[in-house]
């Protein structure tokens, strides 16, 4: 039987990418799993719009501190299993089975897939590790099977805060997440946690969910900073937790310094000015100063608390079917695509043009999946730039990408 699973997202100030979000997660082909949104009060009000909207969690909260947040969710989690996904994100149908897998081994305590980028088809993160300054490395894994990798003592595997999961007892043990990381840096303070305790972490390359970067209050869509105080704070309180104490400011320069090169490569496409620059580096060093005066907390392990479960139907083993037609086939295409995602299917809709457009994939607000792209065009990037292909053979070609993932 499938391990029962809390699925925990954190909204706020972004009630649309909500939405959607919300949408992906009820086409989740799993039993049984429940889910838990702690939200604003603009996200409250999306969910209680649903008709499904008994059988979520819902909790309310309106604080700029994604830790707390998560805390209150991991409080309301039933599951032997707590899973953790952005609101700007969606997941794969099989998403929460190939996340949970690894957990059928008994000393595997965490678990994180692959994000995918806004095109749909690249990979955003894969597999990485953290050091003790809070710098990713990518990990290469062999194939796409879950692996439980051993990593080097003062390093941690890391898990993507957008795609993760942990069994509820030893993050109950361990205190959840730290309030001190108001978002950044977050689950990499918790994945050094686990490394320090013992714990093992796996990673899930076909646990894969699909990640927006809609715009907040930190950031603009184009993924432009719009302010890095927080990140500077929460670096800081990272250096001081875990970098030996002579090679923080060291570390602390050079993370000053790579926060200075992206910004210049904005400043390079236009997308920032000479004055937006140095006010979001002031934030930066503002942050940094107000870091150093955090105080370093051992967090306590959560009250016992055993809250109901609440299955959310999801749909497992629901039919999937396929759609492809060609770009002027395109309108009655979607059309047709929304009214079987309505009826309880899972769909794939492949519209093709006569060109070698690259293609994009994207979980579309009628509920169902469309890939747009040129018939002789790239989907992975690493292909080759044109190919022909029939029209036929190309359709079962992206089938045949996606169904791991899809089903």
Same mark, same amino acid.
């Given at each position: ?9 954190? $909204? ?85 089975? !190939? ?14 897939? +692959? ?23 990518? =990990? ?12 080097? *003592?003062? !390093? ?27 978002? =950044? ?25 699909? !990640? ?22 929460? /670096? ?5 937790? +875990? ?41 930066? /060093? ?19 608390? $055993? ?47 006569? $060109? ?8 579309? *607000?009628?509920? +169902? ?18 190919? +022909? ?19």
């Amino acid at each position: 039987m499938a391990l029962p699973v809390s699925v925990v997202v954190v $909204s706020r100030g972004r009630p649309q990418a909500l939405a959607r979000c919300l949408m992906g997660l009820a086409q989740l082909d799993y039993a049984p799993f429940e889910v838990i949104v702690v939200t604003c009060p603009d996200g409250e009000a999306i969910v209680s719009a649903r008709p499904d909207a008994s059988f979520f969690k819902l909790v309310g909260f309106d604080e700029p501190n994604i830790s707390a947040a998560r805390n209150l969710g991991i409080e309301q989690a039933a599951g032997d299993i707590v899973a953790f996904i952005d609101d700007d994100a969606v997941p794969e149908p099989l998403w929460l089975t !190939h996340l949970t897998g690894p957990f059928e081994q008994p000393d595997v305590s965490a678990a994180g897939g +692959y994000v995918i980028g806004r095109n749909g088809i690249s990979f955003q993160w894969q597999a990485r590790t953290i050091d003790c300054t809070g710098t990713p490395s990518p =990990y290469p894994l062999p194939d796409t099977k879950p692996a439980v990798p051993s990593i080097p *003592n003062g !390093h941690a595997l890391k898990t993507e805060g957008t795609n993760m999961a942990f069994r509820r007892s030893i993050l109950r043990e361990l205190g959840g997440f730290d309030p001190q990381f108001r978002f =950044y840096l977050d689950e990499t303070d918790l994945n050094m946690r686990l490394a320090q305790s013992g714990q093992k972490t796996a990673i899930a390359p076909m646990a894969q969910v699909h !990640h927006g970067f809609a715009e907040s209050e930190r950031r603009d869509a184009s993924r432009v900073p719009k302010d890095l105080t927080q990140i500077g704070a929460s /670096q800081r309180v990272f250096l001081k937790k +875990y970098c030996p104490e002579p090679d923080q400011d060291r570390a602390w320069m050079a993370f000053c310094e790579e926060q200075r090169l992206r910004l210049f490569r904005f400043a390079k496409k236009r997308q920032l000015n000479a004055t937006q620059m140095a006010q979001l580096l002031r934030g930066l /060093q503002d942050g940094g100063a107000e870091g150093l005066t955090r105080p370093i907390k051992t967090l306590s392990p959560f009250v016992a608390v $055993s809250p109901a479960f609440q299955a959310f139907p999801g749909r497992p083993n629901a039919p999937r079917v396929v759609l492809a037609g060609r770009i002027w086939q395109a309108r009655r295409l979607r059309r047709d695509a929304a009214k079987l995602a309505q009826s309880g299917s899972i769909v794939s809709l492949f519209i093709l043009l006569p $060109s070698p457009r690259f293609h994009t994939v994207s979980f579309e *607000n009628g509920g +169902y999946w469309e890939q747009f792209g040129g018939r002789f065009g790239r989907s992975e990037r690493g292909q080759r730039f044109s190919r +022909y292909w029939r029209f036929s053979t190309r359709v079962k070609e992206e089938i045949a990408r996606v169904t791991a993932v899809r089903g």
